[in-house]
């Protein structure tokens, strides 16, 4: 993944029910997901912009705006210097138009 996959430029939403082993699994905006209380997500932009979807106290969506870049090959760092969330690491597992799997990297 040296280069971003153009697939990853969309809104995605977590989809809980398909983690694994420390494998979080997103699904695109649209998908059939059933009822949950609270689904958080998040969403790249081609300009570097992250938007990341928290779950509300209402459990609606609420979005905080942040950065995304590419670290290395596979590894993306999340940064918000505008909100008071801590930056973080993903791994990107596979990213297609139907599913994007990740993994936290360690601090």
Known sequence: MNEIPRSLFQ???HSFEEDTGG??????????FPLARGRGGMEFLTDGAFID???????APESVRGRWRLVEDRRL???????????????VLSCDEQILTTRATPE
Request: glycine fraction near 8%.
């Open 23 to 32: 494998v979080t699994v997103y699904r695109p905006e649209g998908y059939g």
């Open 53 to 59: 979807y928290l779950v509300g106290p209402a459990d």
């Open 11 to 13: 809104k995605w939403w």
């Open 77 to 91: 760092a999340l940064s918000f210097p505008e909100a008071d969330l801590p930056d973080r690491e993903l791994q």
